[in-house]
């Protein structure tokens, strides 16, 4: 569960995590009922201000690299291991499912990658660079630019209303635009220009993962790291996300980490990469 006295609350509230210590685990949220509104036509019209620079990145570097990662954690007077070597790549623009059984390790996993927490050996590199090496100021600042995350329990905060809770880490760093005028975009981008100003509370659990959505491709990362991102909704909801992170993909080059138990989400990934134990499962 969040620690609402933590200091970095706020910023992991806004998807920008500070630093690498913050409490991860991810609590339950209610299930939405809504629907997106919204056509995929409509989509790429409106994402024209937030293509990727896929174009100025190395296309022979890829989006990301996890090298030998493990993670043992303190249990008692034993140390549990959670993550026993795990190392993969992914390219730029791949939409690619993390899978595997309850307790394996993808969430563990998922807060590394977005260097939410660190590896007790092994490096992440993020475009290139090891995030695991870097100081917290570098980090946030990597964070910022390059990394989008969407937790399954949404983490809005809860005072502001949803163009609020989307401006929030443009904030944070340089980005091209008024914050206002690119909230409102991006929330036109996920259907909800109509709940400009809802607070988190007057929204379903179906707008607040949009909102969340929002939220983290505002400062257009490279990289989205999604857990469970449909855990939460009823069908109707989770396949609109799903085409939603589509169509994002295909309009944006975004490249899409994605921990799901939802066969759906796997199905429509480039490839799923399972986790069992630990470890990369090989079959
Ligand atoms: N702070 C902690 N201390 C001790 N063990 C932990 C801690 N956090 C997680 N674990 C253990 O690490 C293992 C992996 O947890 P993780 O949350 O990464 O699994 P997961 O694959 O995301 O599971 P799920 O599909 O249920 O979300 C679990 O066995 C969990 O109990
Ligand atoms: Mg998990």
């Known amino acids: 569960m969040w620690n609402a006295a933590h200091p970095c609350i706020l910023e992991a509230s806004a998807g920008q995590i500070p630093c690498r210590d913050a409490p991860h685990e991810i609590s339950p949220a209610e299930t939405g009922t809504d629907q997106l509104r919204k056509g995929g036509n409509q989509m790429d019209e409106q994402i024209t201000g937030t293509q990727a620079s896929t174009s100025t990145r190395d296309a022979g570097t890829p989006a990301l690299e996890a090298i030998d990662i493990t993670k043992s954690l303190p249990l008692g007077r034993e140390r549990i291991a959670i993550l ?50 870097m100081s917290e100021a570098k980090l946030a600042q ?88 449909t855990g939460n909704l009823d069908k109707t909801n989770g396949d609109n996300v799903l085409q939603m992170i589509r169509e994002l993909r295909a309009a944006t080059g975004t490249t899409f980490v994605i921990a799901t138990h939802d066969p759906d989400v796997a199905a429509a990934a480039d490839r799923a990469i399972r986790i069992v134990d630990g470890l990369i499962a090989t079959t």
């Open 142 to 229: 990597v964070r910022n630019a390059s990394i989008g995350m969407v937790f399954q329990a949404f983490n809005l905060i809860p005072t502001l209303t949803a163009q609020e809770n989307v401006e929030v880490p443009l904030y944070v760093g340089r980005h091209p635009g008024r914050p206002s005028a690119r909230a409102k975009e991006l929330l036109a981008l996920v259907g909800l220009s109509h709940r400009l100003k809802n607070r988190p509370n007057q929204l379903s659990g179906g707008e607040q993962q949009r909102v969340a959505v929002a939220r983290a491709l505002a400062t257009n990362p490279s990289i989205v790291i999604m857990d469970e991102p």
């Open 84 to 133: 026993k070597g795990i190392t993969l790549r992914i390219a730029h623009g791949e939409l690619v499912a993390i899978v595997g059984p309850s307790g394996s390790g993808k969430s563990t996993l998922l807060g590394i990658i977005a260097g939410l927490d660190s590896p007790t050996a092994g490096r992440i590199l993020v475009d290139g660079a090891d995030i695991t090496r």
